[in-house]
């Protein structure tokens, strides 16, 4: 397995990096240009991380993940935010979580509101249409913080790991005072990896989830108040996982 900085794609060949290799990084200026808003409009988001809510699921008794989550389907041009659900994956994606109906608070109206908010998820279910065809997607938006008060954060507690959805999207939205948060993606059916840390805010790993399996190393504090943002938006054709 290789290991380095990350080696950035260029935005022109998204769909072929990840029809060929699973998977694509993006730099955050283009993020923002695939978004078609200012970077400026994507930061703007950020301080809603400061008011997540504890994770009280986690089966390893830790108190390190604070969590938002909202779903949306996005039908062509059409986003629209669903009733509040619950967040399932089954025990043959998550060994951990699995099985478990899992309900955080959805994420601020105030930040789904934003037009920065909504242009990238779009933007980002359409460049999974033009990896797998033109369809809706069901789409499942989670705010995360982990935090180092305990000593350690597990941002995938569960180990490396497939969601069980089309494609996977991982922005980094900060690092405070922290070292570890290594990003690792292995091919599902190979031998090959990557390993590398995503570093800037609005950095993107686009990841089609049958084709790799993913996982971030633990984080440690290097200072006071420690911890690593994200934002993970799955798309997910046919309908949401748990749904009959």
Not at 19 to 41: E, F, N
Not at 93 to 113: D, K, Q, S, W
Request: glycine share 10%; aromatic share 8%.
């Amino acid at each position: 397995m290789s290991t380095s900085a990350p080696i950035f794609t260029e935005p022109s060949r998204l769909k072929e990096a990840l029809r060929d290799d699973g998977y694509a990084v993006l730099r955050p200026q283009d993020v923002a240009a695939l978004a078609g808003c200012p970077l400026a409009a994507l930061r703007a988001l950020e301080p809603s991380w400061n008011t997540l809510a504890l994770d009280n699921y986690l089966k390893d008794g830790g108190r390190y993940r604070r969590r938002r989550h909202s779903c949306f389907v996005q039908d062509g041009e059409r986003l629209t935010q669903t009733a509040h659900r619950p967040h399932w994956q089954p025990v043959e994606y998550n060994a951990l979580h699995g099985g478990m109906h899992r309900l955080f608070e959805p994420v601020e109206a105030a930040i789904v509101a934003q037009a920065a908010w909504q242009q990238l998820i779009r933007a980002l279910g359409d460049a999974c249409s033009q990896v797998k065809g033109r369809q809706p997607w069901f789409i499942e938006a989670h705010q995360f913080r982990i935090d180092t008060t305990d000593g350690i954060g597990r941002p995938t507690p569960e180990g490396a790991h497939r969601d069980g959805v089309d494609f996977v999207a991982v922005l980094l939205i900060g690092r405070e005072q922290i070292k570890g948060g290594e990003t690792r993606i292995f091919e599902a059916e190979g031998p090959n990896g990557k390993r590398f840390t995503l570093t800037e805010p609005w950095s993107l790993l686009l990841l089609d989830d049958a084709a790799v399996i993913h996982e971030s190393t633990p984080i440690q504090p290097i200072g006071e108040h420690g911890h690593r943002d994200t934002l993970v938006l799955t798309y997910r054709a046919g309908q949401f996982q748990g749904e009959n």
